[in-house]
């Protein structure tokens, strides 16, 4: 089920900020639940890490059983999602290791009986998958259960072919590379392919908790797309840090994913996110998995923290997220310059003057060097319940909308955004030399890449000027006009990855990139539920922006959350005593930071508060075994 509304529905959204009158109820799809879970007391796990830390001539774990410690977290985290959201649940996907069968120990006896009928192929080599002791294998609801060999898999496309930039990879050597692994990092980079998840999830590991009764808007709005999380307080910077090669912790990760999202879009310091659970696309997910093929597939080989293949770890949900964040201003910016002024011919000339003048507020002559922009009043927040209810959905519990990426791009301040902001738009540093002094015409991709990748302070300030041209609500000035139409070539070759889904293009690198409309533009693309295929072969261009845009839709959002550093028993007895005191957390983390020779005091204080906190008989919760004790 696709989580976004009608198309025609949403057109009138994005032109006017506003419902249409009658008929535009659209249910909720499901959110999926994702969980990562690893057992280090599994008599296979220690003897399957040992082979790959001589593998990969890892000099010391020492500190980093942390990472893998069982605390009987996952049952708790699991049943917290499934009790906050409960209705809206569709899928709970659970991810865990598999580990190759020791020598001397034989397959499983129905192993004969599995190859016979044709679940496995003939030869495939036998793994014991980790599943939690109180799972009712017999009957487990709407849990699934995928384990690592089933996701690690080159990303393809429909015909089978490699992504070009993994074509020179050997599948089943990459594989053997990546497995079994000890990474979480290389585990959520594999998201997208996991079997049978929907295209609106959220990602959580298994120490994280959800406190209170939520609404799927606390995650993800229907029009105004996923929420996330940021910290306006903590930025993340785009490098490749060699010290940070074989770091035990977070952020070799994600200034590497830093680094990625500033090579396709700009170079800029990005906010961090928050360690709680998190809104994800799985559209969005394979998108990143693409954009990023080799670099991602390479940092997967990378089966520790520790390891020093390839150039760093990747934090796949905070790529993820800023893709978002980048492919929205990218689309916004494009939509405008390409699809609405530069239209079918591609070209900027004396229509396209008019038209920047008339969204930057200047009249013919009177154009100077510097144009100041104010930015104008908007009201997609305060619009918030009243689309909810108009729309049958709930308002979010547990969440404050701060931002929608209807008003604008994600500024650096979030706090700020509803002051009165200023910027400038210098005529001679962001336009072609003498843009208004004389009739030339010029390539509308060619303005576009200038003003959003190599001047991007221009193009920030130019969606500013385009939101505030719409109005206090909607994307009217950003939108091609409703007769808009593209003719794309009849026999037009398609591309790798080209779907009905619009999408701009997909390279690792703005630079290697062909931003022009006969480039990306196909038939059949603006098709949607409540919107038809036009007869002639063109392409309506509203239509296709509209779908295009949708895909990116953000939210900024806050909610009262906990991370908490679970040193010792006397530590988490403090932690767990505040969250009790306090009604308003709405989600916890409770890392795990004890030292290698912890003892069991955390384990058994943490099942005694689960239980009362999640623990009992609940109507969303159907895949346990009965009578499991908890601690």
Known sequence: MDSR???????HFYVTGQLPVGGHSHTQAPIDLVYMYVNASSPYFGPARDAKVNEEDIESLKGTFRHWRDNGELRGAVRSGAMSLG??????????????????????????????????????????????????????ANLRNHFHPDLFRLPRDDDGTLASSVSEFDEEDWQRQSLPTFNSFTIESRAAMIPGLGDTFIMSNDDMF??????????HHPLLGPVHRLDQGTKVEPKIAEKLLSSSGEWGGLQHAAYLISERFTTRKRMYENHVPRAMSRSLTHEASIMFAEQLSTATTRTFRESKRGVGDIEMSWLVTHLQIERWREALLWSFIVARVGGADGKWGDGARDELRRVLGVDKGDEGDVVVVKKGRRE???????????GGWEDPEGTYYKFSSFDGHLPPDPEDMHKERTCYFSISQCLPRNFFDHSTEFEAHEIFTSLAFEKPSCGDCLI????????????????????????????????????????????????DADFSMAANVRRGQD???????????????????????????????????????????????????????NPLIAMLC??????????????????????????????????????????
């Open 590 to 631: 409770l890392n795990d930071d004890q030292p290698d020779y912890a003892r069991e005091a955390v384990r058994l204080s943490l099942g005694h508060w689960m239980e009362e906190e999640f623990g009992g008989e609940n109507k969303y919760v159907g895949w346990e075994r009965p009578d499991w004790p908890w601690a």
């Open 210 to 219: 959800s406190i209170m009764i939520m609404s799927p808007t606390d995650f």
């Open 5 to 11: 509304p009608r198309l025609d529905l949403l057109t």
């Open 527 to 581: 098709v949607w539920a409540g919107a038809s295929a036009r007869t002639d072969g063109g392409v309506n261009m509203r239509n296709w922006v509209v779908k295009l845009l949708s895909r990116y839709a953000y939210v900024y959002g806050t909610s009262h959350i906990r991370f908490a550093m679970v040193h010792n028993v006397l530590n988490l007895h403090k932690t767990l005593k505040e969250i009790d005191a």
């Open 380 to 390: 997609t927040i305060v619009d918030v319940p009243y689309l909810d209810r108009h």
């Open 87 to 140: 209705q809206h649940v569709g899928s709970i996907h659970l991810v865990s290791a598999a580990f190759d069968l020791p020598e001397g120990v034989d397959a499983p006896p129905e192993a004969g009986e599995l190859v016979a009928n044709g679940s496995v192929p003939p030869g495939t080599p036998w793994r014991m998958g980790q599943i939690p002791a109180w799972l009712n294998t017999d009957d487990k």
């Open 464 to 511: 500013d000027a385009l939101v505030t041209a719409s109005g206090i609500r909607g994307l009217s000035a950003v939108l091609p006009t409703e007769d808009a139409v593209y003719y794309p070539a009849k026999n037009a070759p398609k591309a790798m990855w080209q779907r009905p889904e619009p999408m701009l293009p997909l390279t690792p690198s703005w630079r």
